[in-house]
C-alpha cells in the first residue's frame, strides 16, 4: 500500500474515465473505470418507480463492496471507495479506502463494462450489464486462472433520488425474506424494495458503511452558504453479503438486482430465458447475455457501418468540390476518404453508445435523456443528439425525436425542455431553430426519397413553415423579430438579441429554402433564401466587433452592445453555409481559439470554467471551413481531436449525450479520412450546402 495522499491521487486519477448503461425505460447504471464512487449519480443501478416519485430515477443499489481471500492469503477489496474523515483539530479530509490498482489489470467499456484483477495466483472477471427493458442488474464474477479463492460480495444499498444523500437511520429495513439463491431487502417507507438473485450463500447483516466521500460533487449547505463548497458524503446500508468458493478457473458467481420482483417470470413470458425456460441462474443470464451481446454487437456494426458510409460521402463531396475549384474533371485519387481503422471505429462505437444510451422510450415519443439524474430533456441538446444519429445514418431513431418536437409545436415553439413527467416547458427558440436544423439534415441526407418526401409532406415542412413565421410576427416570452430581421428573445428588460442565436436563426432560413425546394416549393425557397441573404448582411454589420476580432454577445432594448467571448458563437462558422465572409471568419476562429481552447474541451468564457468538450465538434468544423480545409487547418484540428482523444481517456468531465453527438459529427464528417478509390459512393449531393 502506498502513503494516503499516493493513493488518492492515483485512485482519484484512475476515477476518472466514466462509463454508463441504460435499459431504454429510463434505468441506468454509471460509475468509473476503477470501480470507485466518484459522484452521488454514479451508482450500479437507478429507475423509475423505485422510489416516491414515479416519473424520476431513484437509486436502487449504489455498488457492490467485493473481496477476494486467496488460499492461505490475504482478503483483497477489489472495488476502492472515497472516505470522508472528520478530525476535531482541523476540516474534514478525503481518503482512499483500498488500492486496487496493482490489482486491476485492465477494464473495457464496451460492450458493457468489465474489469480483470488479478492477484498472487489468480485472475479475476467482473462485468456488469443491464437488461433491455427491466430495471435489472445483472453482475458475474468469473475466475478465469488459478484458485482456489473465496469471494465475497455485499451490496450497498441507499433509498434517494439521484442528486439527494443518505444518512444512517433505524428505519432501514433491511433483508427481510430469503430462500436459497434468492433474498428481498427492503429499505425506507416509501422506495420499493431491492431482490437480489445469487448463486452463493447469503448471509444477513444489519451494518452501515459510514462517510462515502463524492469528491467530484460539490455540495453547498443551503443553511450556511458562506462557509463554501464541501465534499458530500453519505451512509450506504449492508443488508448481508454472498460468499461463494471460485474452486477452479471458469467457476463463477452471479448476482441479479432488481426492484421487480416477478423479473425472472416477466422475461419467461416475453420468452426470453429460452424454450422451454432455462432453470438455473447461470442459464438464464447466458440466454439474456447472448441476446444484449448481440443487441449491442448490431449497435456497434451498425454505427460504423453508418459512420463510414457518411464518412465517404463527405470526403467524396470535399473532393468533388476541390476538383470544381481546380476547374478538373476528377478529384486526384490521394484525395479520397479512408475507413475507419480499429482505434477510430472503437471511438465511434463509444460516442454512438452514449447516444443510444440516452434515448429513452416513451409511451407517445422517443426521448433523449440529457439530464439523467433529474430524468429532464433540454430540447437544443436533444435536437443535437438527432442530428448525431443522422450522422450514423439511423434515419428512424432521428426522425422519431424530431417528430416528438414537432408533435409539441406551440406558436412556433419547440419545447425548451420536457419535466421527468415528460411534459413541455416552453421559452426559448432555440429548440425550434435545431429543430429546422435536424430536419433539413434528414432531407439532404437519407437517400430514401420517397421516405423523405412523405416525411415533409405528412406535416414536417408544413409545421416548420409554421414556426418561422410566428417567430417572424411574434410568439410568447418576448420570442420576435425586428425591423432589421434579428431574432430576439425575452420580455421587457430582459429581451435580448443574441449572436448564437441569430446565426442559429440564418441556418433555419437557408435550410428552410432547401426543403421548400424538396417539397416543390420552389416560390417559398427563393423568399427564405432572400431572408437569409439580407439577414447575413445586417448580422456582419451589427455584429461584428473588430477590436476584438471576435463577434458582440448580445443587444438590448436600449441599444446598448454587450461583449463576451463565447464557445457558442463558432456556430456563425461551424454550420454550412458560413455565416461571416472568411476573412472574419478566419479572425473570429482565432480569437476563440486563443481565448477559449484547452485540451479537453473549450472554457465557457475566456481561460474560466471547466473545458466542455461538446464544443470541440463545432470548433473543429469552424476551424476547417474558415480557412477553406487547407492542410495546416486539417493537420491541427486532427492534432486537437487526437490529443482529445487521450486525454478523454481521463479525463474527469463525463461526456453527455449531446457533446457525443458533437465530436462523432466532427470525427466522421470533418477529418480528412483516406480509402481507396474503388470504395468510393456516387452520392455527393448530400453535402452540397456545406
Given at each position: 500500500m502506498q502513503p494516503g495522499q499516493d493513493v488518492l491521487a492515483a485512485l482519484l486519477d484512475a476515477s476518472a474515465r466514466t462509463w454508463r448503461l441504460s435499459d431504454g425505460r429510463g434505468s441506468l447504471a454509471r460509475g468509473t473505470a476503477?470501480?470507485?464512487?466518484?459522484?452521488?449519480e454514479h451508482a450500479l443501478l437507478s429507475a423509475p418507480g423505485v422510489g416516491p416519485c414515479a416519473d424520476r430515477p431513484a437509486v436502487a443499489l449504489l455498488r457492490f463492496d467485493d473481496r477476494v481471500t486467496p488460499e492461505g492469503g490475504p482478503a483483497v477489496e477489489l472495488t476502492p471507495a472515497f472516505s470522508l474523515s472528520c478530525r476535531a483539530?482541523?476540516?474534514p479530509t478525503i481518503s482512499a479506502r483500498a488500492n486496487v490498482l496493482p490489482l486491476l489489470e485492465g477494464f473495457a467499456e464496451l460492450p458493457w463494462p468489465r474489469w480483470r484483477f488479478r492477484g498472487d495466483g489468480w485472475l479475476l472477471e467482473r462485468e456488469y450489464r443491464l437488461i433491455e427493458g427491466h430495471p435489472a442488474l445483472l453482475a458475474t464474477w468469473r475466475l478465469l486462472a488459478g484458485?482456489?479463492?473465496?469471494?465475497?460480495v455485499a451490496p450497498l444499498m441507499v433509498a434517494r433520488s439521484l442528486e439527494g444523500l443518505e444518512h444512517e437511520t433505524p428505519e432501514f429495513r433491511g433483508a427481510t425474506t430469503g430462500i436459497p439463491?434468492?433474498?428481498?431487502?427492503?429499505?425506507?417507507?416509501?422506495?420499493?424494495?431491492l431482490t437480489l438473485w445469487h448463486g452463493g450463500a447469503f448471509m444477513p447483516a444489519r451494518a452501515w458503511h459510514r462517510g462515502l466521500a463524492y469528491p467530484h460533487d460539490v455540495h453547498v449547505d443551503p443553511d450556511d452558504p458562506d462557509r463554501g463548497a464541501a465534499t458530500p458524503s453519505e451512509d450506504a446500508f449492508l443488508p448481508g453479503w454472498v460468499q461463494r468458493e471460485l474452486a477452479e478457473p471458469g467457476a463463477s458467481l452471479h448476482i441479479v438486482a432488481s426492484p421487480e420482483e416477478s423479473l425472472f417470470r416477466n422475461l419467461a413470458s416475453e420468452q426470453r430465458l429460452g424454450t422451454p425456460p432455462a432453470r438455473t441462474l447461470a442459464d438464464c443470464l447466458a440466454m439474456l447475455d447472448l441476446a444484449e451481446g448481440e443487441r449491442r454487437a448490431r449497435w456497434h456494426d451498425a454505427a460504423r457501418a453508418g459512420a463510414e458510409h457518411t464518412l465517404r460521402l463527405a470526403a467524396k463531396a470535399r473532393a468533388a468540390r476541390r476538383a470544381a475549384n481546380a476547374k478538373s474533371r476528377s478529384p486526384s485519387p490521394e484525395a479520397e476518404p479512408s475507413s475507419l481503422g480499429p482505434r477510430d471505429a472503437e471511438l465511434v462505437a463509444r460516442l454512438a453508445s452514449r447516444l443510444h444510451d440516452a434515448l429513452h422510450e416513451r409511451a407517445d415519443r422517443t426521448s433523449v435523456l440529457t439530464d439523467p439524474a433529474r430524468a429532464l430533456e433540454r430540447g437544443p441538446d436533444a435536437l443535437r443528439v438527432a442530428a448525431g444519429l443522422v450522422t450514423l445514418r439511423e434515419f428512424d431513431l432521428a426522425r422519431d425525436i424530431a417528430r416528438g418536437y414537432l408533435a409539441y409545436l406551440d406558436e412556433g415553439l419547440a419545447p425548451e425542455w420536457f419535466d421527468a413527467a415528460g411534459m413541455p416547458v416552453y421559452g426559448s427558440p432555440e429548440s425550434s431553430l435545431w429543430l429546422v436544423h435536424v430536419v433539413d439534415l434528414l432531407a439532404r441526407r437519407d437517400d430514401d426519397t420517397e421516405r423523405t418526401l412523405g416525411f415533409l409532406k405528412e406535416g414536417a415542412h408544413a409545421s416548420l413553415e409554421g414556426v418561422l413565421q410566428h417567430l417572424r410576427a411574434g410568439s410568447r416570452h418576448g420570442v420576435h423579430c425586428d425591423r432589421d430581421g434579428f431574432l430576439w428573445a425575452g420580455e421587457g428588460d430582459a429581451a435580448r438579441a443574441r449572436a448564437d442565436l441569430n446565426a442559429l436563426w440564418y441556418h433555419a432560413l437557408v435550410a428552410m429554402s432547401q426543403l421548400g425546394k424538396l417539397a416543390g416549393r420552389r416560390e417559398h425557397a427563393a423568399f427564405y433564401m432572400a431572408w437569409a441573404r439580407e439577414l447575413q448582411r445586417a448580422f456582419v454589420e451589427r455584429f461584428w466587433d473588430d477590436e476584438s476580432g471576435s463577434l458582440l454577445h448580445e443587444l438590448t432594448p436600449d441599444g446598448r452592445a454587450l461583449r463576451a467571448v463565447s464557445p457558442a458563437h463558432l456556430y456563425a462558422v461551424s454550420l454550412p453555409p458560413m455565416l461571416l465572409p472568411p476573412?472574419?471568419?478566419?479572425r473570429l476562429v482565432r480569437t476563440l481559439s486563443r481565448e477559449l481552447l484547452a485540451t479537453r474541451g473549450l472554457h465557457p468564457r475566456p481561460r474560466d470554467g471547466a473545458p466542455e468538450p461538446a464544443w470541440l465538434g463545432p470548433w473543429a468544423a469552424a476551424t476547417l471551413r474558415a480557412h477553406g480545409r487547407d492542410t495546416a487547418s486539417a493537420h491541427r484540428v486532427r492534432a486537437v481531436l487526437e490529443r482529445w482523444c487521450v486525454a478523454g481517456e481521463a479525463d474527469a468531465h463525463e461526456i453527455s449525450a449531446r457533446g457525443a453527438a458533437d465530436l462523432l459529427r466532427a470525427f466522421v464528417e470533418e477529418l480528412d479520412h483516406r480509402v481507396p478509390a474503388e470504395a468510393l459512393e456516387t452520392q455527393t449531393d448530400l453535402f452540397r450546402s456545406s
Open positions: 476503477s470501480g470507485a464512487v466518484t459522484r452521488r483539530d482541523g476540516p484458485g482456489p479463492v473465496r469471494l465475497h439463491g434468492r433474498v428481498r431487502c427492503g429499505t425506507v417507507e416509501g422506495y420499493a424494495p476573412e472574419l471568419a478566419v
